[in-house]
C-alpha cells in the first residue's frame, strides 16, 4: 500500500512540476492542480496508513494511537483540499480575465504566429 | 483581572472579519459609509494593538509574555489552537494598524473608487495579517497565510488594467505554489514530531531520534522556502518589484508589511524551534538564511540602481529592507536582533511613505518621464537649459512632496538625522560589538555585513538622489497637480513616526532588545503557552 501511494504522489508530483513549469497558463493552472492534489494525499499519509481504523473513539477501545487513525492530518487535510481549490479557482478567473485583455494565453504574453 | 482584557487577543481577528462581513452586505454604491465603517474598524484595531502591546510590555513577576495567550474553544495548548499576544507580536500588530490606517486614509481620497469591494478586502487582509502575527499554531499559520494572500490577489487586481491582470497572474501562480510548498514542509514536521503547536515542537525538537531528524529538517527547510517567497529572498522574489509597482499605490503601501510577515515568520520559528537548544538541529540553515539575505541586498541594491521608474525603485527598496533582516537576523545574536527589529520598523514605515508618495509624485507627470529621465541621463542632456524664471515662489504642494521624499530618501539610505540611520548605526555597531561569550575578534561575517550595509546604503542614495533631481529640480511647467490634504496626511503622519521614532530612540531600543532577549530565550515564551489554563466555568458567579 505504501509503495502504491508513494509512486502515485510522486507521478502525481512529476506532473504536476512539468505543467507548471510549461508556458500556456492552462497547463499551470492543470499543474497547480495536480500537484495539490498530490500534497494532499502526502498531508493524509503522514497520518500514518492503516486499514479499518477509524478516528473515532469507540467503547471499550484503549484510547491511543495504535487502535486509531490519527485524526489531525485528516482534518488538515480537508482544510487542505477547500483552500487549494478556492485558491485554483480564483488562478482560473484571473487566467480567464488574462486571457481576454492580452488575447494569447502565454504566460509571459508571447503572440504564437502559429 | 477584568475580563475583557484576557479577550484582547482574539479581537484583531474578530473585527476585522464582522467588519469585512458587515461591507459585504452593503450597497457597493454607498462608499461613504462604507469608508466610514472600515475606518472607525481600522482605528478601533490600531487600538486594540497598542492595548495588547501594553498588556505584553508590563513587567510581570515571573517574567512571562503577559496576558497574551489565549486558548481557542478553551481547550489547553497542545491539543487546542493558542493566539500568543508576546512583544513581537504585537509590535507587529502596532506596525500593521498604523500602515493600515495610514493607507486607507490615503485611499478614501480617490482609489477605493477605482473598483468593487476594496473594503471587505482591506478587512481581510488585516485579518489575515493579524492572525498569523498572534497564532502560536503551524496550520493556522497557513490558514492565515492562505487568508492574507486570497485578500491581496484581489487588492492586487484593484483598479483592473492589463498590466494588474498580468502582474497579479505570476503574482497568484508564484504563492499558489509556495503554499503548497508550505503544506508539505509543516506535514512533514507533523509526521516527525507528531504536533503542530510551536511551543510544543520547541520542547520536542531536541529529542528527536537521528532517523527522523533529517526528514524534520527536510519539513523545515520547504517551510522556509515557503516563507523566504513571502519575504522575497533571491532568488524567490523576481515577482515583488513588478507585482509591487503596477499595484494600486495605497495597496502597495500595504503590502510593505507583507514582506515583513515572511520575516517575522522566520525570526519566530527559526529562533523558537532552532535556537541555541535545538540540540543536533541548532541554528538549521542560518548559513542559507545569510548568503541568501547578502544575494538579496546585492541584487535589492543593484536593481535600484538600474530601476528607471519610482515604483520599481521602491520595490527594490522593499527588497533592500528584506535581505537586510534575513542576512543580520541569521547572526542569531540577541544585540543585532534588537538593532534589526527597530530597522525594521522603520523601513516598513519609509517604504509604506515612499509608495504613497510615488503616486502624488506621479501624478503630475507624463507617463514615460523617468524612463526618458535614465535615457538623458545616460546619453548626454539634449534638453535647452535655458532657465529664464528664476526666483518664482516655491509651490506649497512641491515643498510638501520635496521634502516628504528627501524623508524618505534619508530614512531607506540610512543617512542623519533620522531612524534609518540609527538603525544602521545600532546594527553596525552591535555586529562590531559581539556579545557572546568567547567571541573576541569580530568575525569575517560581521566585516561582510557591516561593507553590505553601507554599499547598500550607498546604492540607495545614489538610486534616490538621481530620482529626486529628475522629478523635483525641473523647470515648473503646466498646472500642478491637486493633492488633497487628506492624501498629504498619511504620508507626512507616517514619516513624523519616523522621526518620532529617532527622537525617542532610546525607549523604543529598550523595548525592542527586550523583544530581542525574549525571541533568543524561547523557554519563557514555551513555558507560558503550555501552561496557560482553560477558563474554568463560573455560571453561577455570573462570570463569562
Known amino acids: 500500500m505504501e509503495i502504491i501511494l508513494a509512486v502515485g504522489i510522486g507521478v502525481l508530483t512529476g506532473s504536476g512540476v512539468w505543467l507548471l513549469l510549461r508556458p500556456r497558463t492552462f497547463q499551470v493552472l492543470i499543474g497547480l492542480s495536480l500537484l495539490s492534489y498530490a500534497v494532499n494525499l502526502f498531508i493524509f499519509s503522514m497520518g500514518r496508513l492503516r486499514t479499518s481504523m477509524p478516528p473515532v473513539l469507540r467503547p471499550g477501545v ?9 485524526p489531525v492530518p485528516q482534518a488538515l487535510v480537508l482544510t487542505a483540499i477547500v483552500i487549494t481549490f478556492a485558491m485554483t479557482a480564483l488562478l482560473l478567473v484571473v487566467l480567464l480575465a488574462s486571457r481576454g485583455v492580452t488575447g494569447t494565453d502565454h504566460v509571459d504574453w508571447w503572440k504564437s504566429d502559429s | 483581572m477584568s475580563h ?31 469608508a466610514a465603517i472600515n475606518l472607525v474598524s481600522t482605528l478601533t484595531l490600531l487600538g486594540v494593538a497598542i492595548a495588547i502591546l501594553r498588556s505584553a510590555n508590563a513587567p510581570t513577576s515571573n517574567g512571562s509574555v503577559g496576558a497574551g495567550v489565549y486558548l481557542l474553544g478553551n481547550w489547553p495548548a497542545p491539543f487546542g489552537i493558542v493566539l500568543v499576544g508576546d512583544r513581537l507580536s504585537a509590535l507587529m500588530l502596532v506596525l500593521t494598524g498604523i500602515l493600515a490606517s495610514a493607507t486607507l486614509l490615503f485611499s478614501i481620497a480617490r482609489w477605493h473608487r477605482a473598483g468593487a469591494y476594496f473594503h471587505p478586502l482591506f478587512q481581510l487582509l488585516l485579518m489575515g495579517l493579524n492572525g498569523a502575527f498572534l497564532t502560536g499554531d503551524l496550520f493556522n499559520l497557513f490558514v492565515f497565510f492562505e487568508l492574507l494572500l486570497a485578500a491581496s490577489y484581489g487588492l492586487v487586481l484593484h483598479g483592473s488594467g492589463v498590466l494588474r491582470i498580468k502582474a497579479g497572474l505570476h503574482y497568484i501562480a508564484i504563492n499558489l505554489a509556495a503554499s503548497l510548498l508550505f503544506l508539505i514542509g509543516v506535514s ?24 527522523d531528524r533529517i526528514l524534520l529538517e527536510a519539513g523545515a527547510a520547504l517551510f522556509g522556502i515557503a516563507l523566504l517567497v513571502k519575504a522575497g529572498m533571491w532568488p524567490l522574489g523576481f515577482w515583488l518589484p513588478g507585482t509591487y509597482a503596477v499595484a494600486a499605490p495605497p ?8 514582506t515583513k510577515v515572511g520575516i517575522y515568520t522566520v525570526l519566530r520559528l527559526w529562533l523558537l524551534l532552532f535556537g541555541g537548544e535545538a540540540g543536533a538541529s541548532a541554528y538549521f540553515g542560518g548559513n542559507w538564511l545569510l548568503l541568501g539575505g547578502i544575494a538579496t541586498v546585492i541584487f535589492g541594491s543593484l536593481g535600484a540602481l538600474a530601476s528607471q521608474d519610482l515604483a520599481r525603485l521602491a520595490g527594490f527598496n522593499v527588497l533592500v529592507s ?22 525594521l520598523v522603520g523601513s516598513t514605515l519609509a517604504v509604506s511613505a515612499f509608495y504613497l508618495l510615488i503616486e502624488l509624485i506621479e501624478r503630475g507627470r507624463a507617463a514615460g518621464a523617468d524612463v526618458i529621465a535614465v535615457t538623458i541621463e545616460a546619453f548626454g542632456d539634449q534638453e ?29 539610505s540610512g543617512l542623519p538625522p533620522l531612524a534609518g540611520f540609527i538603525a544602521k548605526f545600532l546594527l553596525l555597531s552591535s555586529l562590531l560589538n559581539p556579545t557572546e561569550i568567547g567571541a573576541a575578534a569580530v568575525d569575517a561575517t560581521s566585516w561582510t555585513l557591516t561593507a553590505l550595509l553601507i554599499l547598500s546604503g550607498l546604492a540607495v542614495v545614489i538610486a534616490m538622489m538621481r530620482v529626486g533631481i529628475r522629478v523635483f529640480w525641473v523647470p515648473v511647467g503646466g498646472e500642478l497637480a491637486s493633492v488633497r490634504i487628506v492624501e498629504v496626511a498619511p504620508i507626512v503622519a507616517l514619516l513624523f513616526l519616523c522621526v518620532v521614532l529617532t527622537i525617542q530612540a532610546g525607549p523604543v531600543m529598550r523595548f525592542m532588545q527586550a523583544t530581542a532577549q525574549s525571541l533568543h530565550a524561547p523557554q519563557t ?4 503557552v503550555l501552561a496557560a489554563q482553560p477558563v474554568k466555568r463560573a455560571w453561577k458567579e455570573g462570570g463569562l
Open chain 2, 525 to 528: 515564551y514555551v513555558r507560558d
Open chain 2, 384 to 412: 535647452d537649459e535655458e532657465e529664464t524664471s528664476t526666483g518664482i515662489a516655491i509651490p506649497g504642494t512641491i515643498a510638501v512632496l520635496g521634502v516628504s521624499f528627501a524623508c524618505c530618501a534619508l530614512l531607506l
Open chain 2, 322 to 343: 528584506s535581505g537586510t533582516l534575513l542576512a543580520v537576523v541569521s547572526v542569531g545574536d540577541a544585540a543585532v536582533t534588537g538593532a534589526a527589529l527597530y530597522y
Open chain 2, 4 to 34: 475583557w482584557v484576557e479577550h484582547l487577543p482574539i479581537v484583531p481577528i474578530v473585527l476585522p472579519l464582522a467588519t469585512a462581513v458587515l461591507l459585504l452586505l452593503l450597497d457597493e454604491r454607498r462608499r461613504a459609509l462604507k
Open chain 1, 62 to 70: 484503549p484510547s491511543d494511537l495504535a487502535h486509531y487513525a490519527d
Open chain 2, 251 to 258: 495597496v502597495a503601501a500595504m503590502f510593505s508589511i507583507m
Open chain 2, 188 to 211: 512533514l514536521i507533523y509526521g516527525t514530531t507528531g504536533t503542530l503547536n510551536m511551543a510544543d515542537l520547541a520542547t520536542r525538537l531536541p529529542t528527536i531520534a537521528d532517523g
